[in-house]
């Protein structure tokens, strides 16, 4: 039985990236030749195996809603190099955004709407304040700035997350200057997309979600087009949930 996946929910299933060499293996021989390619050019093991993981649980996941055979899937790239599955008449249209970060793997899965996802591990030592000079917008970088400086890094975290979902949802990539839309960023306050330019009215197309609670340590953000979504959190392989479906 395919996994159900109604047109007004969008699924996030995480899935840890640490696994045992058996597994690695498995996942391995469900990927196609230019996904063994990208991982075979990696240059630590740590990598390829975590990039093996993390495309071997995204073809299982996709599988379980299309019921289809994981190493069956197909993929494309869009000129931005936002993957997507090749189109197939006999299947539902099944959008998807992958990421993942310290061992950690996100995915959000939609019906008929783009979606991007983005996690990251909170670190220190980034060079928070140098970052967003040049990547946020001045509305961002002043109330970055406005907030004590104990909140400040998790602030940035929650601000280059929500602002890689976007642009992923919008699968246009680094073509759409960071500093042309702004983001809240303050920790406790909603995530929220604030300003488009320079087409304002694109503000009311998309949508985003905070998802960093039961993920101590890292940010995440999701991005849908349309209206806020029911939202339903995952954890992979035991499909229990980690944490309130919205």
Not at 21 to 44: G, K, Y
Not at 72 to 85: D, H, M, N, T, V
Not at 94 to 100: D, E, V
Not at 196 to 202: A, G, V
Request: proline share 7%.
């Amino acid at each position: 039985m395919p996994l159900l996946l109604p047109d007004n929910e969008v699924h996030v299933w995480r899935a840890s990236l640490d696994q045992l060499p058996p597994t690695i293996e498995s996942f391995r021989d469900i990927l196609d030749a230019d996904e063994r390619a990208r991982a075979d050019s990696f240059h630590f093991q740590s990598d390829r195996e975590h990039f093996i993981a993390a495309h071997g649980v995204l073809r299982i996941i996709l599988g379980a809603y299309l019921n289809r055979l994981p190493s069956c899937l197909s993929f494309q790239r869009s000129s931005y190099g936002k993957p997507a599955l090749i189109p197939d008449p006999f299947s539902d249209v099944i959008r998807f955004n992958m990421s993942h970060s310290h061992g950690m793997a996100l995915y959000a899965i939609a019906r008929s709407r783009e979606v991007g996802i983005d996690l990251e591990f909170i670190r220190c030592g980034v060079h928070e304040d140098q970052i967003a000079e040049r990547f946020f917008s001045s509305r961002e970088i002043a109330t970055l700035r406005m907030l004590p400086a104990a909140l400040r890094s998790h602030a940035f975290f929650l601000c280059w997350t929500r602002k890689e979902a976007y642009i992923k949802a919008r699968g246009e990539g680094l073509s759409l200057p960071l500093d042309q839309f702004d983001v809240s960023l303050t920790p406790g306050e909603p995530a929220e997309l604030l300003g488009t330019r320079p087409d304002t009215p694109e503000v009311e197309r998309w949508s985003l979600t905070d998802l960093s609670f039961g993920l101590p340590g890292y940010a995440a953000a999701l991005a849908v087009e349309g209206d806020a979504p029911s939202l339903a959190l995952w954890q992979w392989p035991s499909s229990t949930s980690f944490g309130l479906t919205l």
